[in-house]
C-alpha cells in the first residue's frame, strides 16, 4: 500500500520531497566509485600491466583505468580476467546509466550548467563501456542460432564465453532427443543440407567480423578509461557522492509530477507502437522490410528502441521516489527485458544481413545468412509479442 501512495500518477499519493533525489544521487555516485575502487584492486591490462593507479591530476579517487572487465567480457588476448573485474564493470555502467537517465528526468531541481554537462559524459562512458559485452554477446547468439538451424557443430571455438561451449556441449543431444524430425519432412532435408553446408562458413565469417569490432571496442574503452575526459568524469561524481548541487526552488519541490511526466512519455510511445500487429504470429510488413536491400536499420525497430529508453527512465525515476524498500513491479521487469530482447534479436538481424554483403562469399555462405537474419527477425516479433502480453497486464508487485 505505501508504494501504491508513491506512484506519480497516483491522485492520492504523498508529495516526495527533494531530499529522496538527493538521496538516490548520492547512492548511485558511491556506487560508481566503489566499482572504480574493485577495478583498481583486480584490474589487469590485456598485457598482464596492472591497472593505473592515480589519474593525471593526481588524484586517487578517479586513478584507475582498469583494462581488462571495462567491458563486461573476459579478454583472451592477453591476462585472464576473473570474475571481479566483469562484475565491477557492469556495476560502472549501471551507476552510470542510473546517473544519467535520473539527471535527465529531474534536471529542472538541478543546476542547469551541471546537469547539462554531466548527463552525457556519463552517457558516454556507459555507452562506450558496453560495446565490447555488446559485440561478444551478439556473437555467441548468432553461433548458437546457426548451431539450432543447421543442427551443425563446425563452428569456430568461442573462448571468450565460457557458456558458449558449455551450452552447444548440450546442443546435439537435444537434435538426438528428437531423431524423427527431419523424416517428418523429407522436402526440407536438402535446405537442411545447404544451411549445413554454408552455417560452418557463415560463423566463421561471423567470428571474424564481429571479433574485429570487438577488439576495437575494447581498445575504444581503454582509451577512454586513460582519458582525461573519463577522470573529469570520475572527479564530479566523486564530489556528487557528497553534495548535490540543486536549484534553490528545489527545497519545497515535489518529485512526483517530473517522475509522472516521464511515465507520460512513455505511455505515449507505446500507445503509437503498432500494438495489434505485434499481437499477430506473423507481421508481414515487418517481412516486406525484412527482405529489403537497404542497409538502413530496420524501419520498424526504431520506435521499440525508443520505448526500451523511456521505459529505463520510467524505472530509474519509480527507484527515486520508492527507493531500495520498492517491492519490483513483475509488469515492467517483463516489459522491459522483452524489449532486451527485441533490442539483441534486431542488432543480431543487422549483423547477419552486414556478413551477407561481403563481397565475394560462397551462395551457401549467403543462404546461411540469409536463414540466420530471418531467423532473428522471427525473434524480433516474438520479442514484440512477448512485449504486448506484458503491457497489457496490470500491474503487480512482488512481496518484499
Known amino acids: 500500500m505505501a508504494q501504491q501512495h508513491l506512484e506519480p500518477t497516483n491522485p492520492a499519493a504523498d508529495p ?93 531541481l538541478l543546476n542547469a550548467d551541471w546537469a547539462e554537462d554531466m548527463r552525457p559524459e556519463l552517457a558516454w562512458l556507459s555507452g562506450t563501456l558496453a560495446l565490447e559485452h555488446a559485440y561478444a554477446s551478439r556473437l555467441e547468439r548468432l553461433l548458437q542460432a546457426l548451431h539450432r538451424l543447421s543442427g551443425s557443430s563446425a563452428f569456430p571455438a568461442q573462448p571468450t564465453s ?16 528428437q531423431p524423427g524430425r527431419a523424416q517428418q519432412s523429407p522436402a ?23 571479433t574485429l569490432a570487438r577488439t576495437r571496442a575494447h581498445s575504444t574503452a581503454l582509451q577512454a578509461l586513460g582519458s582525461a575526459r573519463f577522470h573529469a568524469v570520475a572527479d564530479k561524481v566523486a564530489l556528487l557522492a557528497s553534495e548535490v548541487p540543486l536549484e534553490a526552488a528545489a527545497a519545497t519541490a515535489d518529485l512526483r509530477p517530473l517522475a509522472a511526466a516521464a511515465e507520460g512519455r512513455l505511455t505515449d510511445a507505446v500507445a ?4 495489434i500487429t505485434a499481437g499477430h504470429p506473423y507481421n508481414a510488413e ?18 521499440w528502441h525508443q520505448v526500451r529508453l523511456l521505459l529505463r527512465l520510467h524505472r530509474y525515476a519509480r527507484e527515486v521516489l520508492v527507493g531500495d524498500d520498492a517491492a519490483v513491479d513483475v509488469r515492467l521487469l517483463a516489459a522491459g527485458q522483452a524489449l532486451d530482447r527485441h533490442r539483441d534479436a534486431s542488432e543480431a538481424a543487422a549483423a547477419a544481413a552486414q556478413a551477407a554483403r561481403t563481397p565475394r562469399i560462397a551462395p551457401a555462405t549467403a543462404y546461411a545468412l540469409g536463414v540466420l537474419h530471418a531467423d532473428q527477425r522471427h525473434e524480433v516479433e516474438a520479442a514484440r509479442y512477448a512485449f504486448q502480453r506484458a503491457w497489457q497486464k496490470e500491474t503487480v508487485g512482488t512481496p518484499q
Open 16 to 108: 516526495v520531497p527533494v531530499d529522496a533525489l538527493a538521496a538516490y544521487l548520492r547512492a548511485q555516485a558511491t556506487e560508481f566509485l566503489r566499482a572504480l575502487r574493485l577495478h583498481r584492486e583486480t584490474g589487469t591490462a590485456p598485457n598482464g600491466a596492472t591497472a593505473h593507479n592515480a589519474s593525471p591530476n593526481g588524484t586517487s579517487t578517479t586513478g584507475t583505468t582498469d583494462t581488462t572487465g571495462a567491458t563486461g567480457t573476459n579478454d583472451t588476448t592477453g591476462a585472464p580476467t576473473g570474475r571481479p573485474p566483469v562484475d565491477a564493470a557492469r556495476a560502472l555502467r549501471r551507476a552510470a546509466r542510473r546517473l544519467s537517465g535520473t539527471l535527465h528526468t529531474f534536471q529542472p
Open 162 to 177: 565460457p557458456t558458449v561451449t558449455a551450452q552447444a556441449a548440450h546442443q546435439p543431444q537435444r537434435h538426438h532427443q
Open 188 to 210: 526440407s532435408a536438402p535446405d537442411r543440407g545447404n544451411l549445413t553446408v554454408g552455417a560452418a562458413k557463415a560463423g566463421a565469417l561471423l567470428d571474424r567480423q564481429l
Open 272 to 275: 503509437a507502437l503498432p500494438l
Open 286 to 303: 515487418a517481412l516486406v522490410h525484412g527482405l529489403s536491400p537497404d542497409p538502413s536499420p530496420h524501419p520498424q525497430d526504431a520506435p
